[in-house]
């Protein structure tokens, strides 16, 4: 029993002292930055996707693993797309049902809502039209010797003092 007890004590010693020797030489270089491969390539946005597109996607590393907001959005895009799917099988199993029944309006009808999906026209927006703003400032001297504008009330309108006298005369004869 005691010489089972030194051997344990001895390989303890040497398995010490190896570990001690190689970290002071430098014989152990410890684990080395992990450096990206290439950049992260997302997943396409332009088009529905297809089963090679899961393989090809990469993320950038960060000191975790990788990049959180990276995998977010790829989840967040395939969730998306699964659910487009799933809807897209719904809408063609109901054309199959509708043909195999004999309502041929029905199936036209899906037909084209399923085309039209597939091939949205791009959604065109008629620019805001542009206001300017012009102030028109009469020269003094031109208007000189005409009479000051004025206001009925403080909500109406500034009218020249010509105006509201040919329309005091017009209430004044009827």
Do not use: C
Not at 75 to 92: N, Q, W
Not at 103 to 131: F, G, H, M, W
Request: proline share 7%.
């Amino acid at each position: 029993m005691n010489i089972l007890l030194l051997l344990v004590i001895a390989v303890t010693v040497g398995a010490v002292v190896f570990g001690v020797m190689t970290l002071v030489t430098g014989g152990d270089p410890g684990l080395k930055p992990a450096e990206p491969d290439t950049r992260a390539k997302p997943l396409p946005s332009d088009r529905p996707l297809v089963e090679g597109d899961i393989g090809r996607v990469t993320f950038d590393t960060a000191w975790r693993g990788y990049r959180m907001d990276q995998i977010d959005q790829t989840l967040r895009r395939l969730a998306y797309d699964i659910g487009y799917k799933s809807e897209l099988i719904e809408v063609l199993e109901a054309e199959i049902a509708a043909l195999r029944e004999g309502r041929q309006e029905d199936a036209d009808a899906l037909a084209r809502t399923r085309a039209a999906a597939l091939n949205p026209k791009p959604v065109v927006t008629e620019p805001e039209p542009v206001i300017e703003l012009v102030s028109e400032v009469a020269p003094e001297s031109a208007h000189a010797d005409e009479e000051p504008e004025e206001a009925d009330h403080e909500t109406d309108a500034v009218t020249p003092a010509s105006q509201k006298k040919s329309a005091d005369a017009s209430e004044s004869v009827s």
